[in-house]
């Protein structure tokens, strides 16, 4: 990965505030028009493009910042405090939107789309899941060779953004005898306007509106074989690296959003005086935020190992990944019901003085499922665990 730019710490820091400014202030101002609409506003695209918010983690060469994975991850975890449907979106526009193309496109198609995706102007949903199937290798879709193109058929389900990109990562069977092994799927690049492709729209989300979820229907859809994306039979490969990066990218985001919620809590038991003395001044209430801060310190050091593994490209990266994805949802479940209980009823409502709690804590619940729920994660990770005989220590990058 072509992500090795390290900023010097004061212009990091310079740039974290930045965007902490962008994400609680400009983006907040935002958040009661997507609640209402379930759709982005226009002018989140303008706050993206003039504050770099699209090109964070995009190479150099097609102009991006192309920041390493330790130092945009401490970015992406200050976007994470803020709206949750925003906060998917720029997660997959600084990811999975330009990761497959700038791996395994063609030189073409990357010096046409690449350089349009660190302005926003151009963006690619990934679509994966598809009703009645499993991840991995339980794909229905199927792509044919015909002559020079390929012919697309089946559909996916739960895909982000249908309602703004460009484009989708699709990942479909080319190979019916080798469909229970990892060789029988290829990944293709299929514009959105593509002849035979239509988007069925789905009811809205509990939370992180405004991302335009909905099911993409593929019938005969013909695609030169350019836009297939690596070799035919490494689909699974693909998808799984680029996931293995979006899972991290996740687990970070439930960092930021953890983070916030303890936050919250803190204040909010400073502030508040039941029979004389403040919360912060009881015992059970220490006691619980003593409980949120060290699960949300662990969090950060797995998130941390991760990035390191990510930027000295250690290969294997399903086990840190899994675990931070795992530790992320446990922590935010305990951070954020924590909090809910430390505001008292006031957390119930939507205005609070002390920040969106009612929002966050609906728009936390959509990273249980993002990138695969927590089952998952452990039978991802204990693939490894029991591979190593649990030797599992950190730094095997170095
Ligand atoms: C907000 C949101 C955005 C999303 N965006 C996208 C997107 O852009 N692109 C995309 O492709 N997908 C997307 N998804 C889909 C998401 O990746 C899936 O919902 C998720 O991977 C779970 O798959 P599923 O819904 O089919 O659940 P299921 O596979 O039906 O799982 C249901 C439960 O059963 C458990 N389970 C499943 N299989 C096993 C097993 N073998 N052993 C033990 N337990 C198991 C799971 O852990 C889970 O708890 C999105 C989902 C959400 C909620």
């Not at 192309?66 to 720029?90: H, V």
């Not at 003593?290 to 797995?302: E, F, N, S």
């Not at 729920?373 to 599992?392: H, N, S």
């Amino acid at each position: 990965m072509e992500n090795n730019v390290r900023i010097s710490e004061s212009e990091l820091e310079a740039l974290r505030m930045k965007i902490r400014k962008v994400v609680e202030v400009d983006l907040e101002k935002l958040s009661p028009e997507c609640e209402k609409n379930n759709v982005f506003p226009k002018e989140m695209w303008e706050i993206g493009k003039k504050n770099d918010m699209f090109r964070l983690s995009l190479p150099v060469q097609y102009g991006g910042m192309g920041l390493c994975f330790e130092q945009y991850f401490t970015l992406l975890e200050e976007i994470a405090r803020g709206n949750g449907g925003m906060r998917m979106f720029w997660h997959v526009a600084n990811g999975l939107s330009w990761e497959i193309l700038c791996e395994r496109g063609t030189e073409d198609m990357k010096n046409k789309y690449l350089p349009q995706m660190a302005t926003g102007d151009y963006f690619v949903a990934f679509a994966l899941t598809e009703k009645d199937c499993g991840s991995g290798a339980d794909i229905r879709t199927k792509a044919e060779k015909k002559g020079d193109n390929w012919v697309i058929n089946g559909s996916k389900t739960l895909i982000s953004f249908t309602d703004v990109c460009d484009a989708y990562y699709i990942i479909a069977c080319t190979d019916e005898s080798k469909r229970k092994t990892k060789d029988g799927f290829t990944a293709f690049f299929v514009p959105a306007d593509s002849k035979g492709l239509r988007v069925e729209n789905m009811p809205h989300m509990m939370g992180c509106r405004g991302a335009g979820h909905g099911d993409v229907i593929m019938e005969n859809v013909e695609l030169p074989d350019c836009c297939r994306l690596g070799e035919v039979g490494e689909g699974l490969t693909v998808f799984l690296h680029a996931l293995a990066i979006s899972r991290a990218s996740i687990g970070v985001c439930l960092l930021g959003m953890s983070q916030r919620f303890l936050e919250i809590a803190v204040k909010r038991s400073k502030d508040r005086v039941t029979f004389g003395k403040s919360l912060a001044q009881r015992q059970a209430i220490q006691q619980q935020l003593a409980d949120m801060a060290t699960q949300v310190m662990a969090l950060r050091l797995i998130a941390h190992e991760c990035a390191l593994q990510i930027d000295n490209d250690v290969e294997d990266l399903e086990m840190i990944t899994s675990m931070l994805k795992l530790h992320g949802i446990d922590t935010v479940k305990l951070v954020s019901d924590g909090a809910l209980e430390i505001m008292g009823g006031i957390g119930y409502f939507e205005d609070n003085p002390y920040g969106p709690l009612e929002r966050l804590y609906r728009d936390a619940r959509g990273m249980w499922l993002e990138e695969g729920p927590r089952t998952v994660q452990r039978l991802t990770l204990v693939r490894d665990v029991i591979a190593k005989d649990g030797e599992i220590r950190h730094g095997n990058y170095v």
